[in-house]
């Protein structure tokens, strides 16, 4: 408890110090937000102001959750949070940097953003799968259940995989509502990982470095929103969003509770559910819209709720579902 008191308070510090240090190097590179000419009309005055800020936090929480994890203990629940992380982190690193070089709001097509996380979860599913100590099957919540998948477990899996790390993505539209609403995940994550060690004897170590890790995310995106709440002067970009989402479900796949997420990861999931509503309605009426824009959190923003006051519904929902999680593994 005390190791993971420390990686949340030093992953914090390092992100609020880390920050003054990359927002001006950002400007210098001219690595600034190109609006999406369809958005709402508020957003347009954020237009140039630094994105790929996602390093801020990103690099503090991988540091941190490698020089305080248990070195004389197995640490590969660790090596595929951070594998899964970084992977996705990359694909949104270049995605954000053709946007920013060629200066749209545009960077890799869909395929292209696609085709490399499929991959990269295909090979993370299939890691989880052939280790004794993750497997195949998932966890059922409340239900104190396993189910088991067999190989079915490939193909789930890395639904879950590419779904989450997208749904991450869609979330970040609003300042400080990703970040946030990913701090409340990773506290609630690693509480669990810490109770789950904590009655667990044979992986122990793995499940206490997993908690290190998750803290270290939560303080270190603590320590981004002094940067990134409203009004933002950075936004974390594809390579924020698509970290903070690999980085989660790794937590989840490693802990076989991937079946969790729709809970405590609501935010994200509606996110994802309202833009596929919107595309599919439009498609099929020839032009009728369910909302008035997706995802749905500009949907209430454009129905007139100040940015502000939907950030902070999002939060009080995120922090009531993510207690309702812990109900059932914190006693």
């Not at 993505?169 to 509502?177: F, K, V, Y």
């Not at 594809?238 to 079946?259: E, K, Q």
């Not at 596929?276 to 959190?297: C, E, N």
Request: hydrophobic letters at 55%.
């Amino acid at each position: 408890m005390q190791r993971l008191i420390i990686a949340i308070l030093i992953a914090f510090v390092m992100a609020v110090v880390f920050g003054p240090v990359v927002i001006p190097w950002l400007k210098r590179m001219k690595f600034g937000q190109t609006i999406y000419d369809l958005g709402p009309e508020s957003h347009k005055k954020k237009q140039g102001i630094p994105t790929m800020g996602g390093i801020i936090f990103a690099v503090p929480a991988l540091l941190v959750s490698l020089a305080l994890s248990y070195a004389d203990e197995r640490f590969h629940f660790l090596l595929v949070c951070v594998v899964s992380a970084i992977g996705f982190g990359l694909v949104g690193f270049v995605d954000d940097f053709i946007k920013v070089k060629l200066k749209r709001s545009l960077g890799l097509t869909p395929k292209q953003k696609l085709v490399p996380q499929i991959v990269l979860s295909v090979g993370l599913s299939v890691w989880a799968y052939l280790d004794p100590e993750i497997g195949s099957s998932l966890t059922v919540p409340f239900f104190g259940v396993e189910w088991e998948l067999g190989w079915f477990y490939i193909p789930v899996m890395t639904f879950i995989l590419v779904g989450t790390v997208n749904s991450a993505n869609l979330l970040d539209g609003l300042d400080g509502l990703l970040g946030g609403c990913a701090l409340f995940d990773f506290a609630s994550m690693a509480l669990i990982c810490l109770a789950m060690a904590t009655a667990q004897g044979a992986n122990s170590g793995d499940l206490m470095n997993t908690a290190i890790f998750a803290g270290a995310m939560a303080g270190a995106l603590m320590g981004f929103l002094r940067f990134n709440a409203y009004p933002a002067s950075v936004f974390m970009g594809d390579v924020g969003s698509f970290f903070i989402g690999g980085a989660l479900v790794g937590i989840a796949m490693v802990t076989r509770l991937s079946l969790l997420l729709p809970i405590i990861a609501f935010a994200m999931f509606v996110s994802s559910l309202s833009d596929i509503i919107q595309v599919t309605y439009f498609k099929a009426t020839h032009g009728k819209r369910v909302f008035r824009m997706a995802p749905l959190h500009h949907h209430f923003e454009l129905g007139g709720m100040p940015e502000t006051r939907v950030v902070s519904m999002y939060y009080l929902v995120t922090v009531l579902l993510c207690l309702v999680a812990l109900l059932g593994f914190v006693a």
